[in-house]
């Protein structure tokens, strides 16, 4: 028999040992040692796998908490239009002003419209010849073809050079009526159709004014605040920073406004988040470990089904940061940085976070997770809306070089950024016990050094029992051979006997 790791051995010589059962038996208490090891890397593992959800919990609050760090994300100054029916605002600008803006026309393409026609758009036309179409792009030709040539054919023939023209066509089969319009605005586009021939083959087919047949495209023309006139070639323009689109003739007001709205939001999101963190660091630092459930061996998940191995596992991977000092030293700091009164240049400015309205639930089995009053967060951003962006915003100029001015510093922060720097010391430490995500092989985090020790031990015992095992063969080996030779023996004499 061949063993699972080792040279190929020849068993039975005797017929009365089964040698590879023998030797699988023992070998399986040999491998004990082994197992623990392995069970250990496993939970160490599991243990990894849920410090890294941990840290992505921590990310995501302070993604919340960064958005109200700065005092751009709590109101937006945004432009609005007193008439859109003459111009709409497309992006409000960076800081918009009051401008009144009067439109007397609007750029437009060139565009040439021809007569009524009657015939199918695929029945072939009885006019011929060549014209050329010449736009803002360049010229082509079109070359119409009678007895072959149809409308439809002319049409995806003019729109195929578009690119080269700038013109394009289009037929609007329900009045049979053809149009060729600039693909650009302004008094810079055109459209001209020559032709050597006479009469222009394209204006007999599509029954166009022959004096019509040279067009140009219009600016937009406004102005702002009283201005000259100012002319563009597209309805899309900049106004003081802010763009927008021309809608029609008139005059309409661009004013700036102050949008707030979103505030709101953004404190709910926090203490969303928060309690999100709360709730994952609590109970997984309170989930006991079971110990009747370990690790699974490859060997023992071979007699066991799909099922059976998911059930034990989940029971098995419980507990893995129960009572963890990381969980627990998290949750303590946050809810320091929270409780902690801002140092604020005016008594009369807001102080704490239950002053707008988020305090702490009075049930202890909430673990000291947050509620908000709504109508109190409201209200002060109604009335007080400074104090409420400084209680979350305000900044230090205390450096953080010594003991007491850090305690200083840290109650001079914005609760926000307070927050921010609080997260960020904690997910530190998670870096230091888990590694940033780097192959084992270089991971010089806490728990990536005992892996390593772990698969150290795990290759140890693996030579070792190898070793073993091929000293177990050895020896039966030597055995069978014995109980051959005493068997021959014993043959030989029982034949002397007369047997």
């Known amino acids: 028999m061949s063993s699972i790791n080792g040279p ?45 959800s941990m840290n992505t919990a921590l990310l995501s609050f302070r993604n919340a908490v960064d958005s109200l760090r700065f005092e751009s994300n709590f109101e937006t100054v945004k432009a609005t239009s007193s ?29 040439i419209v021809g007569g009524k026609v009657s015939q199918s758009i695929t029945e072939p036309v009885s006019t011929g010849g060549k014209v050329t179409i010449t736009g803002a792009n360049g010229s082509a030709d079109v070359t119409i073809t009678a007895g072959t040539s149809t409308l439809d054919s002319i049409i995806r023939d003019i729109n195929s050079k578009s690119n080269d023209t700038g013109v394009k066509a289009s037929f609007d089969q329900s009045a049979g009526v053809l149009y060729l319009t600039s693909t650009s605005t302004g008094s810079s586009s055109k459209i001209e159709i020559t032709s050597d021939d006479s009469p222009n083959a394209l204006a007999q087919v599509f029954n166009l004014d022959e004096s019509q047949l040279s067009k140009t495209g219009k600016d937009a023309e406004y102005t702002v605040n009283g201005s000259d006139v100012i002319r563009s070639s597209s309805n899309t323009v900049s106004i003081n920073g ?80 129960y009572n963890d000092p990381l969980l627990t030293g998290t949750l303590s700091s946050l809810r320091s940085a929270l409780n902690l009164p801002l140092d604020t240049a005016s008594n009369d400015q807001l102080k704490l976070l239950s002053q707008i309205g988020i305090t702490v639930k009075s049930d202890y089995r909430e673990n000291g997770k947050l509620e908000i009053d709504e109508a109190k967060l409201q209200d002060a951003i109604n009335n007080r809306f400074d104090d ?68 150290e031990k795990q290759s140890q015992w693996e030579r070792k029992l190898a070793d073993i095992e091929t000293r177990y063969y050895k020896k039966f080996a030597a055995m069978e051979q014995a109980i051959q030779k ?14």
Do not use: C, H
């Not at 496993?42 to 849920?50: K, N, P």
């Open 83 to 111: 008439n859109s029916g003459v111009l709409d605002i497309v992006s409000g600008g960076s800081n918009p002003s009051t401008s009144t803006v009067l439109v007397t026309n609007l750029a437009a393409s060139a565009t």
């Open 242 to 321: 802010v763009q927008v689109t021309l809608r029609g003739s008139g005059e309409a007001t661009i004013s700036a406004t102050t949008d707030r709205s979103g505030v709101v939001d953004k404190i709910k999101n926090f203490v969303d988040k928060y309690n999100e963190i709360v709730d994952l660091f609590s109970t997984t630092a309170a989930t006991r470990k079971n110990r009747d459930y370990q690790p699974l061996t490859s060997e023992e998940k071979n007699s066991m089904s799909e099922k059976e191995i998911e059930l034990w596992e989940q029971k098995a991977r419980a507990g893995t940061l």
């Open 486 to 499: 005493l068997n021959s023996q014993s043959s030989w004499l029982f034949s002397q006997l007369g047997g």
């Open 388 to 455: 409420v962006k400084n209680l979350f915003t305000q900044t230090s100029d205390t450096p953080a070089d010594t003991l007491e001015n850090i305690n200083k510093r840290k109650k001079e922060l914005g609760f926000a950024d307070r927050l921010y720097q609080e997260i960020n010391e904690q997910i530190n430490k998670f870096t230091k016990k888990i590694g940033s995500g780097a192959i084992e092989s270089v991971d010089d985090s806490v728990l990536g050094k005992q892996l390593k020790a772990l698969q």
């Open 8 to 52: 190929i051995r020849i068993t039975g010589f005797s017929g009365m040992l089964d040698t590879d059962s023998l030797i699988r038996d023992l070998m399986r208490a040999e491998r004990l040692p082994l197992n623990n090891v392995l069970k250990q890397r496993q939970f160490l593992i599991w243990q990894r796998e849920d410090y890294r």
